[in-house]
């Protein structure tokens, strides 16, 4: 891959990665960081893939290490200062809205698997790819996450969405 | 919450998360990766000197705990009589050596 090729690549991908990173890290000050960290390993590891979408997978896999990769960092951190409490993901960012703040109260791994699943639309293969997860798990995993997305909304007083018939 | 559902509630948040911010520079990130990749052959190729540097600190410093071992008596006869000075002086010059070598071996 050259510069260009890369530019281009980057300009297809960058701005949907973005909004991955910001969301399952909840913290949007590292997400720009998170986001370079993201592209340097993608350069650096030179994936022998052609496929634009299996490219695109095996980047959303390097952005997910990235940010738990981060959480593992900051976690000793904390640790080491004895100044936090101990907790097993990264502090919630400032949300911009209800459904953004009742997003960042559900785990990590269930914030990837409902934008990899629903942003993204990723099959359950690719996103057992990106999370490294079995394949036969990601169905029942999705049905949690669904139902503890569901839960907290409730608890927030935010009503139902009605799905509408086409 | 059936998929649908989801899909809208993701659907909304996805349309949140579009600031419209800048997002990082691709030039600068192709030139940082440039860069580590030049550091990473860097290292790679001066890699044996740095060993052959630590493997002859090694040597050294167990030839110098062995022959002091070997001449403690004749070490302790010499020391009897110097009295704190020379021990205050001998160590003054351990500590300047630590610092000399840790200025060699910092990159």
Redesign the interface.
Known sequence: MD?NE??AF??ET??AL??YI??VSADGQAA?DL??ET??RF??AKPEVDDPAAMKAYLYKTATAAIYDRWRRQRRERLWSLAFRFRDEAPPAAG??D??RC?EKLKPRERAL??L???EGYAHGEVAGALDLNEKSIKVLLFRA??N??RI?RQNGIS??Q?ERA | MNEPEAAVWMGRLAALSRDGGALPNPALIWWKARLFEKQAAQARATRPIAIAQWVSLAVAAVTTIVLCMANWRSIQDLLAPAGLALWVAGAACVILMGMALRFVFSD
Do not use: I, K, S
Request: a positive charge.
């Open positions: 510069q890369f530019t980057y300009h960058a701005p973005h909004g910001r969301r720009d986001l370079q592209y340097l350069l650096r911009t809205g459904v953004t997003f409902l934008w699943a629903y942003v669904r139902r997305l569901e909304l139902e969405v799905h």
